[in-house]
């Protein structure tokens, strides 16, 4: 009598663990879009740098317009956003060689 009322038991749980399982299973993954994911990654920032009222609002408008962002979707340090500037720079004036070198040294310089 104990044995088949163990046994019992053990299919039941058997059985439910099994269908618990296998409805966990059959709920398809959600794969976040670039735009969700780019949010969320700004919020992670935001929530990081611990932004509140408005300037989270213009923290988070400028981080999912992609300003102040690299391509890898991390936030540039000083140094990278100053590298930009002054390429920028040098690229504007179309510089070459020895005097885009000179450029670059003295602007990262001065910045």
Same mark, same amino acid.
């Given at each position: 009598m104990k044995t088949t009322i163990l046994v019992t038991l053990l299919c039941g749980l058997f059985a439910a663990s099994a269908a618990s399982a296998a409805t966990t299973a059959a709920a398809p993954e959600k *794969?976040?879009?670039?735009?969700?994911? $780019? !949010? %969320?990654? +700004?919020?992670?920032? @935001?929530? @990081?740098? *611990?932004?509140?009222?408005? #300037? $989270? /609002? *213009?923290? !988070? %408008?400028? +981080?999912?317009? &992609? #300003?102040?962002?690299?391509?890898? &979707? /991390? @936030? !540039?340090t000083p140094q990278q956003q100053k590298m930009k500037d002054c390429n920028a720079q040098a690229g504007q004036k179309a510089l070459k060689g020895d005097e885009r070198k000179t450029f670059m040294s003295t602007c990262l310089k001065n910045k």
């Open positions: *794969t976040l879009t670039p735009q969700q994911q $780019r !949010m %969320s990654s +700004c919020n992670q920032q @935001a929530t @990081a740098k *611990t932004l509140k009222g408005d #300037e $989270r /609002k *213009t923290y !988070m %408008s400028s +981080c999912l317009k &992609g #300003e102040g962002v690299s391509p890898s &979707g /991390k @936030a !540039m």
